[in-house]
């Protein structure tokens, strides 16, 4: 991505009060072994399917187009992007057989449109899950989506074989981001790092930086290509934030100890070609 102000590839610093970094937490980023990586708007480019799939939904409940309702509704939709969509709706919707009702209209809906070819990689996504495997790291993809629509984003992508392994709230007992449980059921499942410091967690929401958080990661960050920007990246507690997932095995080569008491938000700007 070209940007008018870059001028090389190196970092610009800021720091902001964390407190949830103690010097217990501090971590060379050489040792980050396993890298959990969220997949709508962080590798994969959906372009607005999950506002698309929502009216699906909200059809099947009776929420009538243009009403208030349906404005509401839409709005926490919006807000909560990166969230287990089924936890979304039984918010949306409160009793069980509505939520699963909304939930198996939403994914049927986001799984046609799937099918439809409507789905891509975030620019040089793929490539960057190849040189962070090439390095020695593990990835593996998440997803607030349920299983079958996952599977059907990994078979329209062709990327099956591209990491390990995959994971979605149902495999990790049913709970996603915000909570620590796909990360931590990465880091059971895969056992490549020996401490969940050597972990990194990279997503396009503040719920995917808050899931690392609360699992122990060693660095969470915020890619600018799909749902939330630096503030809520920040508020969250990432220790970066990075243009695009691209930008992530230079990151990860990178030599690094976070500082006592404060998160290191490192801004990522990719020069043009790169």
């Given at each position: 991505m070209t940007d008018a102000h870059t001028t090389d590839a190196h970092t610009t610093d800021a720091h902001t009060t964390d407190a949830h970094t103690t010097d217990a937490h501090?971590?060379?980023?050489d040792g980050i072994r396993l890298v959990v990586l969220d997949m709508a708007g962080t590798t994969v480019a959906d372009g607005g399917l999950v506002e698309q799939a929502f009216a699906a939904a909200a059809a099947e409940l009776g929420v009538e187009p243009g009403s208030a309702d349906h404005a509401e509704k839409l709005a926490y939709v919006r807000a909560t992007m990166g969230e287990s969509k089924i936890s979304v709706f039984r918010?949306?919707?409160?009793?069980?057989e509505a939520a699963r009702r909304a939930n198996t209209a939403f994914e049927e809906?986001?799984?046609?449109?799937?099918?439809g070819g409507l789905v891509a990689p975030v620019p040089g996504a793929r490539e960057a899950v190849e040189e962070i495997q090439a390095d020695g790291r593990t990835v593996v993809l998440t997803t607030g989506f349920a299983r079958v629509t996952q599977d059907a984003i990994l078979d329209a992508l062709g990327w099956r074989d591209l990491v390990p392994l995959t994971l979605c709230p149902a495999d990790a007992g049913g709970r996603g981001r915000p909570y620590p449980d796909m990360v931590l059921e990465a880091f059971l499942r895969t056992g490549t790092a020996d401490d969940v410091r050597q972990v990194a967690v990279v997503g396009d929401?503040?719920?995917d930086v808050l899931s690392g958080v609360r699992a122990g990661a060693g660095l969470m960050a915020g890619v600018r290509t799909g749902a939330h920007g630096d503030e809520e990246f920040r508020s969250a507690g990432a220790t970066h934030v990075l243009d695009?997932?691209?930008a992530l095995p230079a990151l990860l080569r990178r030599p690094f100890r976070r500082p006592s008491g404060?998160?290191?938000v490192a801004s990522w700007k990719r020069t043009a070609g790169s």
């Amino acid at each position: 991505m070209t940007d008018a102000h870059t001028t090389d590839a190196h970092t610009t610093d800021a720091h902001t009060t964390d407190a949830h970094t103690t010097d217990a937490h501090t971590t060379d980023r050489d040792g980050i072994r396993l890298v959990v990586l969220d997949m709508a708007g962080t590798t994969v480019a959906d372009g607005g399917l999950v506002e698309q799939a929502f009216a699906a939904a909200a059809a099947e409940l009776g929420v009538e187009p243009g009403s208030a309702d349906h404005a509401e509704k839409l709005a926490y939709v919006r807000a909560t992007m990166g969230e287990s969509k089924i936890s979304v709706f039984r918010h949306l919707f409160g009793a069980e057989e509505a939520a699963r009702r909304a939930n198996t209209a939403f994914e049927e809906a986001y799984g046609g449109l799937v099918d439809g070819g409507l789905v891509a990689p975030v620019p040089g996504a793929r490539e960057a899950v190849e040189e962070i495997q090439a390095d020695g790291r593990t990835v593996v993809l998440t997803t607030g989506f349920a299983r079958v629509t996952q599977d059907a984003i990994l078979d329209a992508l062709g990327w099956r074989d591209l990491v390990p392994l995959t994971l979605c709230p149902a495999d990790a007992g049913g709970r996603g981001r915000p909570y620590p449980d796909m990360v931590l059921e990465a880091f059971l499942r895969t056992g490549t790092a020996d401490d969940v410091r050597q972990v990194a967690v990279v997503g396009d929401t503040s719920y995917d930086v808050l899931s690392g958080v609360r699992a122990g990661a060693g660095l969470m960050a915020g890619v600018r290509t799909g749902a939330h920007g630096d503030e809520e990246f920040r508020s969250a507690g990432a220790t970066h934030v990075l243009d695009s997932v691209a930008a992530l095995p230079a990151l990860l080569r990178r030599p690094f100890r976070r500082p006592s008491g404060t998160a290191h938000v490192a801004s990522w700007k990719r020069t043009a070609g790169s």
